[in-house]
């Protein structure tokens, strides 16, 4: 959601989980939710972020699409890493 709010923010945002193929599943399903949310189709999480964001289904795919591009064209600022390599860095 922070990253909805400032599209950036993502940068500053580390996901941590157990395996490689999580890593990627993760990514993979941040990625493909954002890609929804930008088309504007409806999916289990948009109503809910339309009610914490306060704004309407155009602003909120908007925003999804900016986020998206975003993350797409700095893809190596987008964090998810296992606890090891974490406590490796």
């Avoid at 493909?32 to 109503?47: A, F, R, T, Y």
Wanted: glycine residues 4%; aromatic residues 6%.
């Amino acid at each position: 959601m922070l990253a909805l709010q400032h599209p950036k923010a993502y940068q500053a945002v580390l996901g941590v989980t157990f395996t490689n193929k999580a890593t990627e599943e993760m990514k993979s399903r941040i990625v493909g939710v954002l890609n929804e949310l930008s088309k504007g189709e409806s999916n289990s999480v948009s109503e809910e972020l339309q009610q914490k964001l306060g704004t309407s289904q155009e602003e909120l795919t908007k925003r999804a699409r900016d986020l998206l591009s975003e993350i797409l064209h700095n893809y190596s600022s987008f964090s998810v890493v296992t606890i090891d390599s974490f406590f490796h860095r």
